[in-house]
């Protein structure tokens, strides 16, 4: 799944031009809690963290660094949503990725191009809008 997520969100966003070098690492809330504290000054864990290398951001050649993905926040925040593991975990590397080429969403336009790109390349992997509102809350 994770190739997967991967490959549709670089072929969408041309990353394909160039070499992509991405690491993908897999990890316990505790080392997700040590990686945030370290980079971002914040003592708690996250479901994925980015780390691009440095230049490589939407220059047209590839993609190249690391993702790091809390495992247990995954799989809590998918049964919590009432989502698939494996559609969440999808989604979480494409955002990861897509941080990786440069973008963000710091600001409300940024954050609706990305999650417009995300549920696009989402949707070519079959997996269900992420940012739909959940119509089973009353």
């Known amino acids: ?20 070098e991405v690491a993908i690492m897999l990890c316990d809330d505790a080392a997700m809690r040590k990686l945030n504290g370290r980079w971002r000054g914040r003592a708690e864990p996250t479901n ?3 780390f691009p290398v440095a230049g490589r951001a939407r220059d047209g050649g590839g993609a190249r660094g690391d993702i790091a993905i809390a495992y247990e926040t995954t799989a809590r925040e998918a049964q919590g949503n009432g989502k698939r593991f494996d559609d969440h975990l999808a989604h979480l590397a494409v955002h990861g990725f897509l941080h990786l080429l440069g973008y963000d969403h710091q600001s ?6 990305m999650e417009r790109l995300e549920r696009l390349i989402l949707a070519r992997l079959g997996v269900a809008d992420p940012y739909a509102p959940d119509d089973t809350a009353t």
């Open 1 to 20: 799944m994770l190739r997967r997520a991967i490959g549709e969100a670089a072929e969408m966003t041309g990353a394909t031009a160039g070499a992509i």
């Open 48 to 50: 994925v963290l980015s």
């Open 108 to 113: 409300d336009d940024q954050a609706e191009a």
